[in-house]
C-alpha cells in the first residue's frame, strides 16, 4: 500500500515535470540565426565574399528571399521591389528606408543557379571606403619601403 502511495506521487511530480516543460520559453524551432553584418548591411549568414560588396549565398535564391523575410521583419524599416524576371535571371532588391543609413540596399539575385547579394552602400560610405582602401594602400608602401 505504502509503495503504491510513492509510485503515484513520483508519477504525478514527472507529469507536472513533463507539463511545465511544454510552457518553458525556448527559441523556436524554425528561428533563423542573425545575419552577419558588413558595414551595417545584413547578409546572410556563411555567405562568401565573391567579389566588392558582393556575396554568394549558401542558400538558393527562394531560400535566400525567405531568410531575409523572416529576419527583417523585426525592428528593421525595408521595403521590396522586384528587380528582374526573365529566364535564367531573377532579382529582387530591398531598400534600406533609414534615413541616413550607412546601406541603401541590398540586390539578391540568381544567375545560371547561384545566389548572390550585393550591398548598395551610401555615397557618403562608398567614399569612407575609398579613403579606407588608399590609406591602406599608402600603409602597404610604407612597409614595403622599410625592408
Known amino acids: 500500500m505504502w509503495a503504491r ?3 503515484l506521487e513520483f508519477s504525478v511530480f514527472l507529469a507536472i515535470i513533463v507539463g511545465l516543460s511544454f510552457l518553458w520559453p525556448r527559441e523556436a524551432a524554425g528561428a533563423e540565426r ?3 553584418l558588413y558595414r551595417s548591411a545584413p547578409v546572410v549568414p556563411w555567405a562568401k565574399s565573391v567579389g ?3 556575396y554568394r549565398s549558401p542558400r538558393n535564391y527562394d531560400d535566400t528571399l525567405l531568410y531575409y523575410r523572416k529576419v527583417l521583419r523585426g ?5 521590396w521591389k522586384k528587380i528582374i524576371n526573365v529566364s535564367g535571371t531573377r532579382a529582387q532588391h530591398i531598400e534600406n528606408n533609414k534615413k ?3 546601406w541603401e ?4 539575385y540568381e544567375h545560371k543557379g547561384a545566389t548572390y547579394i550585393f550591398v548598395v552602400f551610401s555615397d557618403q560610405e562608398l567614399e569612407k571606403i575609398a579613403e579606407q582602401k588608399e590609406e591602406r594602400a599608402r600603409e602597404k608602401a610604407g612597409k614595403k619601403r622599410k625592408k
Do not use: A, T
Not at 540596399?105 to 539578391?108: F, P, S
Open 5 to 7: 502511495s510513492v509510485v
Open 34 to 36: 542573425p545575419p552577419d
Open 52 to 54: 566588392e560588396h558582393r
Open 75 to 79: 525592428g528593421w524599416n525595408v521595403s
Open 100 to 102: 541616413n543609413g550607412r
Open 105 to 108: 540596399g541590398l540586390n539578391i
